[in-house]
C-alpha cells in the first residue's frame, strides 16, 4: 500500500516535473515589464480618476434635486426625509431583532 | 536584492523593484500554472493576467505569506476565475491533454498514463491534489485560494487520489 501511495507520487512529481520544465525559458525582460508596471498603473489612475468623477457626479446630482424639491415643494421633501426616516428605524429594528435571536 | 526589500520599494512605488519582483517570479508562475492547466498556451496567459493582477494589488500585499506563494495564490483564483467564467471546464476535459505539449520521451514513460488521468479530472479537483502534493501547501491555503471550505478540499484531494491510483490498481492487477 506504502509502495503504491509512493508510486503515484512519484509518477505525479516526474510528470508535472517534465511538462512544466521552464529551465530553458527566458522571463520578459526588464525593461517590458517596467513598462507593463508603467501601463497598468496609468490605467489603475485613469479608473481611480473616472470613478471619482462619478461619485461627485451622482452627489451633486442628488443634492441639486434635494435642494430644489425642497425649495419647489417642502411638502414632498420632508415626506420624502419621513420616509427615509422610517425605512432606516424598521431596517434597524430589524437588525437588531435578528442578531437578539442569533445570539440568544 | 531579496524579495522582502524589492516589495518594500515596490509598495513605496518604485517601478524598477516592481519590475524587478516579477520578473524574478515569473517563471515559478508559469510553471505552476503549466501544472495546473496542463496547457501551456493558457498558462502563458494567465501569468500575464498575474502579474497585471500583482502591479494592481501591490499595495495591499501585507507580507504575511512569501511573495511568491502570494502570486501562487492570484494565479489560482485567476484560474478558478476563468473556468467558471468562461466554462472552460468542458473543454478541458475533451481536449487530448497536454499531448501537444509533452516530450517525444513522454509516451513511453511512467507516468504518461497518469498524467492522462489527471488531464481527465475536472480542474477543481485536479488544481488542489497538484497544489497538496505536488507543491505541499497545506488544506487550508488551498481552501482560501480557490473559495471552498476546507473539508470540500480534502474530499476532493482523496476523490482525486483514488482516479489517479484506479490506473495503477489496474496495472498491477495486469
Redesign the interface.
Given at each position: 500500500m506504502l509502495m503504491q501511495e509512493n508510486s503515484w507520487e512519484k509518477q505525479l512529481k516526474q510528470g508535472l516535473d517534465t511538462l512544466s520544465d521552464v529551465s530553458r525559458e527566458e522571463p520578459p525582460n526588464l525593461a517590458d515589464l517596467q513598462m507593463l508596471v508603467a501601463q497598468v498603473q496609468r490605467e489603475q489612475r485613469q479608473q481611480t480618476g473616472r470613478d471619482l468623477a462619478l461619485f461627485w457626479l451622482a452627489a451633486l446630482l442628488t443634492v441639486s434635486l434635494a435642494m430644489f424639491v425642497f425649495s419647489q415643494r417642502p411638502v414632498y421633501f420632508l415626506v420624502f426625509q419621513g420616509l427615509v426616516f422610517v425605512c432606516l428605524l424598521g431596517g434597524g429594528v430589524v437588525w437588531l431583532t435578528g442578531r437578539k435571536r442569533v445570539t440568544e | 536584492m531579496e524579495d522582502a526589500a524589492l516589495v518594500a520599494k515596490a509598495q513605496r512605488g518604485d517601478?524598477?523593484a516592481?519590475?524587478?519582483l516579477?520578473?524574478?517570479h515569473?517563471?515559478s508562475v508559469?510553471?505552476?500554472l503549466?501544472?495546473v492547466t496542463?496547457d501551456r498556451s493558457l498558462a502563458e496567459d494567465l501569468t500575464q493576467e498575474t502579474?497585471?493582477r500583482a502591479?494592481?494589488r501591490i499595495a495591499q500585499y501585507s507580507g504575511r505569506a512569501r511573495f511568491s506563494t502570494w502570486l501562487i495564490s492570484i494565479a489560482t483564483n485567476l484560474f478558478m476565475d476563468s473556468l467558471r467564467r468562461q466554462k472552460r471546464e468542458r473543454r478541458l476535459q475533451e481536449e487530448s491533454v497536454?499531448m501537444a505539449?509533452?516530450?517525444a520521451e513522454?509516451p513511453q514513460?511512467?507516468?504518461?498514463d497518469?498524467?492522462h488521468r489527471?488531464g481527465e479530472l475536472p480542474r477543481d479537483v485536479a488544481v488542489p491534489?497538484?497544489l497538496k502534493?505536488?507543491y505541499g501547501y497545506t488544506y487550508e491555503e488551498i481552501a482560501e485560494w480557490m473559495g471552498i471550505p476546507e473539508g470540500t478540499v480534502k474530499s476532493r484531494i482523496w476523490g482525486g487520489?483514488r482516479v489517479?491510483?484506479r490506473g495503477?490498481?489496474a496495472d498491477?492487477g495486469e
Amino acid at each position: 500500500m506504502l509502495m503504491q501511495e509512493n508510486s503515484w507520487e512519484k509518477q505525479l512529481k516526474q510528470g508535472l516535473d517534465t511538462l512544466s520544465d521552464v529551465s530553458r525559458e527566458e522571463p520578459p525582460n526588464l525593461a517590458d515589464l517596467q513598462m507593463l508596471v508603467a501601463q497598468v498603473q496609468r490605467e489603475q489612475r485613469q479608473q481611480t480618476g473616472r470613478d471619482l468623477a462619478l461619485f461627485w457626479l451622482a452627489a451633486l446630482l442628488t443634492v441639486s434635486l434635494a435642494m430644489f424639491v425642497f425649495s419647489q415643494r417642502p411638502v414632498y421633501f420632508l415626506v420624502f426625509q419621513g420616509l427615509v426616516f422610517v425605512c432606516l428605524l424598521g431596517g434597524g429594528v430589524v437588525w437588531l431583532t435578528g442578531r437578539k435571536r442569533v445570539t440568544e | 536584492m531579496e524579495d522582502a526589500a524589492l516589495v518594500a520599494k515596490a509598495q513605496r512605488g518604485d517601478s524598477v523593484a516592481l519590475a524587478r519582483l516579477l520578473q524574478a517570479h515569473y517563471l515559478s508562475v508559469k510553471k505552476y500554472l503549466i501544472t495546473v492547466t496542463l496547457d501551456r498556451s493558457l498558462a502563458e496567459d494567465l501569468t500575464q493576467e498575474t502579474m497585471i493582477r500583482a502591479i494592481q494589488r501591490i499595495a495591499q500585499y501585507s507580507g504575511r505569506a512569501r511573495f511568491s506563494t502570494w502570486l501562487i495564490s492570484i494565479a489560482t483564483n485567476l484560474f478558478m476565475d476563468s473556468l467558471r467564467r468562461q466554462k472552460r471546464e468542458r473543454r478541458l476535459q475533451e481536449e487530448s491533454v497536454a499531448m501537444a505539449d509533452l516530450p517525444a520521451e513522454a509516451p513511453q514513460a511512467d507516468w504518461a498514463d497518469l498524467m492522462h488521468r489527471l488531464g481527465e479530472l475536472p480542474r477543481d479537483v485536479a488544481v488542489p491534489v497538484v497544489l497538496k502534493h505536488y507543491y505541499g501547501y497545506t488544506y487550508e491555503e488551498i481552501a482560501e485560494w480557490m473559495g471552498i471550505p476546507e473539508g470540500t478540499v480534502k474530499s476532493r484531494i482523496w476523490g482525486g487520489i483514488r482516479v489517479l491510483r484506479r490506473g495503477l490498481d489496474a496495472d498491477a492487477g495486469e
